[in-house]
Each structure stands twice: as structure tokens, then as C-alpha cells.
């Protein structure tokens, strides 16, 4: 039976930046959702300056998944990916498109309902990038 061999420094470099990326832009979503009701007692534009704040931190998180997600199709080009793997990177692409535009969206909304299905279609699509993302590891 081969041993469990430990991954090159390289590969871990690429893999650390794209997981914390993720932390910051998937986790930060859930923390908002959290934090809500809290920042919502703090005053009536608590919330909209938190979201403010989350922004400055979630796009550039976004940026770097974008560039390091670059690094990591060209980086398992060599492996021949199956036309599987292919596939849900296909649709991972969609997702990852679907929650940019979700958040862009959701942070010019004016209405309830736009900050509401936006902030959802950001959440959910950022969530299913994430866990196809797990699944392309193989
Ligand atoms: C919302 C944006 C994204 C999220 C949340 C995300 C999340 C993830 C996660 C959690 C992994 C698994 C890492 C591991 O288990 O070590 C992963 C792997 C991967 N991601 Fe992303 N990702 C995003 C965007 C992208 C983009 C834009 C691309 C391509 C341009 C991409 C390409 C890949 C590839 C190819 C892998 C497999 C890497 C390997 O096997 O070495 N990702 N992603």
C-alpha cells in the first residue's frame, strides 16, 4: 500500500490562498447573516456601514479566488482532466459568475426584496462553487 505522500510547497502556496480566499468571501456572507439582528440594534445605518466594511474586505477575497482559481486550471492541465471534471468546472464557472453578480447586485439594491433575493443568489452560489470546488480537488 503507497504511503500518504505530503503536497509540494508550490501546490500548497496555491491551494492556502484559494481556501483562505474562500473563507473570507463564503464565511464573511454567513458572519454578515449572523451579525444582522446584532448590527440592526446598534442603530438605523449600523448595518448598511458593516456591509460597507464586508465589501471592502469580500471583493478583494473575490479577486484573489478569481486569479488563484486561474492558477489551479493551469496547474492540473497537465493530470488530463475527465471530461467529468471538466464539466463540473463548467458549472462551477456559472456558479462563480452567479455570485459576483448576486453581491455587485445586492450591494446596490434599494428595496428589501432586491437585498434579500440578490444577497440569496450571492450566498447560494458562492456556497455550491465552494463544494463543487472540493469535489475538483479529487
Ligand atoms: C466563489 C469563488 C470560488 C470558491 C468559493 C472556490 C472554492 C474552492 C475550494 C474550497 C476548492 C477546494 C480546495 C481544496 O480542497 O484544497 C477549490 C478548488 C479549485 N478551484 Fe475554486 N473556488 C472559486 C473560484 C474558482 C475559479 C474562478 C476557478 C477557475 C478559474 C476555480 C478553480 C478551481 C480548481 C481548478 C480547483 C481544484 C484545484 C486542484 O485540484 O489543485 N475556482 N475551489
Redesign the pocket.
Known amino acids: 500500500m503507497a504511503a500518504t505522500e505530503l503536497t509540494s510547497v508550490v501546490?500548497g502556496i496555491?491551494?492556502t490562498l484559494?481556501?483562505l480566499?474562500?473563507t473570507i468571501?463564503?464565511g464573511g456572507q454567513y458572519v454578515m447573516v449572523g451579525l444582522l439582528p446584532t448590527a440592526r440594534s446598534l442603530g438605523s445605518d449600523a448595518a448598511k456601514r458593516l456591509a460597507g466594511a464586508f465589501g471592502r474586505l469580500s471583493w478583494p477575497a473575490?479577486w484573489v479566488?478569481?486569479a488563484?482559481?486561474?492558477w489551479?486550471?493551469i496547474?492540473?492541465q497537465g493530470h488530463k482532466p475527465s471530461a467529468a471534471w471538466s464539466a463540473v468546472?463548467g458549472i462551477?464557472?456559472v456558479?462563480?459568475a452567479l455570485?459576483?453578480l448576486g453581491a455587485f447586485l445586492h450591494g446596490r439594491a434599494t428595496t428589501k426584496r432586491g437585498l434579500a433575493i440578490w444577497g440569496s443568489v450571492a450566498g447560494l452560489?458562492?456556497t455550491a462553487?465552494?463544494i463543487?470546488?472540493?469535489f475538483?480537488?479529487?
Request: charge should be positive; hydrophobic fraction near 65%.
Open positions: 501546490t496555491r491551494l484559494h481556501v480566499a474562500a468571501w463564503v473575490f479566488l478569481i488563484t482559481g486561474i489551479n486550471v496547474a492540473v468546472l462551477k464557472m456558479l462563480v455570485a459576483g452560489g458562492s462553487a465552494l463543487l470546488g472540493v475538483l480537488v479529487g
